[in-house]
């Protein structure tokens, strides 16, 4: 999984969300007690995404748009191909599905499958039922967080200066991390806010 936020920073676990089709469409502040137009329309920078197919369109805003962290976690390389995903950060709330509402489908990824400590994720991973093209992840210890998947983003995004790179302890020998510079940790590092802010990229 991403390196969503630090685990020293993991609040206690709060209620599911109860996925509910009719909250599709709209924009999460439907879900939450702040009303999105307060913040979506001045905080972070404004993403548009789709799938490959072309059947969903949405956009969010983000404070943390850098394309910069690739997690190489089995779940990540399963659901994403090869070395695994680059996650971006975004305002659950300023979420809004412009186009295909009913392509949309969830699944939660299963930890250490097939091992004694298996368990169900609690993150769940939005795709299109169409052409498989993974959306955005969600996760109920951060409800107010959501995060596109970088390769669902068709906004340019900023190129970062550097790579970090996460969960080499789950990499296989035969999966090369991209060249150039990069920082690589066996299991995480920064938070993506951490990071953002401390190179000076975060955006308000």
Same mark, same amino acid.
């Given at each position: 999984?991403?390196?969503?936020?630090?685990?020293?920073?993991?609040?206690?676990?709060?209620?599911?969300?109860?996925?509910?089709?009719?909250?599709?469409?709209?924009?999460?502040?439907?879900?939450?007690?702040?009303?999105?137009?307060?913040?979506?329309?001045? #905080?972070?920078?404004?993403? +548009?995404?789709?799938?490959?197919?072309?059947?969903?369109?949405?956009?969010?805003?983000?404070?943390?748009?850098?394309?910069?962290?690739?997690?190489?976690?089995?779940?990540?390389?399963?659901?994403?191909?090869?070395?695994? #995903?680059?996650?971006?950060?975004?305002?659950?709330?300023?979420?809004?599905?412009?186009?295909?509402?009913?392509?949309?489908?969830?699944?939660?990824?299963?930890?250490?499958?097939?091992?004694?400590?298996?368990?169900?994720?609690?993150?769940?991973?939005?795709?299109? #039922?169409?052409?498989?093209?993974?959306?955005?992840?969600?996760?109920?210890?951060?409800?107010?967080?959501?995060?596109?998947?970088?390769?669902?983003? +068709?906004?340019?995004?900023?190129?970062?200066?550097?790579?970090?790179?996460?969960?080499?302890?789950?990499?296989?020998?035969?999966?090369?991390?991209?060249?150039?510079?990069?920082?690589?940790?066996?299991?995480?590092? +920064?938070?993506?806010?951490?990071?953002?802010?401390?190179?000076?990229?975060?955006?308000?």
């Amino acid at each position: 999984m991403p390196m969503l936020v630090h685990p020293l920073l993991l609040r206690p676990i709060t209620p599911f969300l109860i996925y509910r089709p009719s909250l599709v469409g709209k924009s999460y502040s439907n879900i939450f007690t702040t009303t999105a137009n307060t913040r979506t329309q001045t #905080s972070g920078r404004k993403l +548009d995404g789709s799938c490959q197919c072309g059947a969903v369109e949405f956009t969010l805003q983000s404070h943390t748009p850098v394309p910069y962290q690739l997690c190489a976690c089995s779940i990540c390389r399963k659901v994403g191909g090869y070395s695994g #995903s680059v996650n971006l950060g975004g305002i659950a709330e300023s979420l809004q599905i412009l186009k295909g509402k009913d392509a949309i489908k969830k699944y939660k990824a299963i930890k250490d499958r097939g091992k004694p400590n298996e368990s169900m994720c609690s993150s769940e991973r939005s795709f299109c #039922s169409n052409c498989s093209t993974m959306l955005w992840l969600w996760d109920n210890h951060f409800p107010e967080l959501v995060h596109p998947f970088a390769s669902a983003i +068709d906004t340019d995004l900023p190129v970062p200066d550097e790579m970090v790179c996460i969960l080499e302890d789950s990499k296989p020998a035969w999966v090369r991390w991209p060249e150039g510079k990069k920082t690589v940790y066996k299991q995480y590092g +920064d938070s993506l806010e951490g990071w953002h802010k401390k190179k000076g990229l975060f955006v308000d």
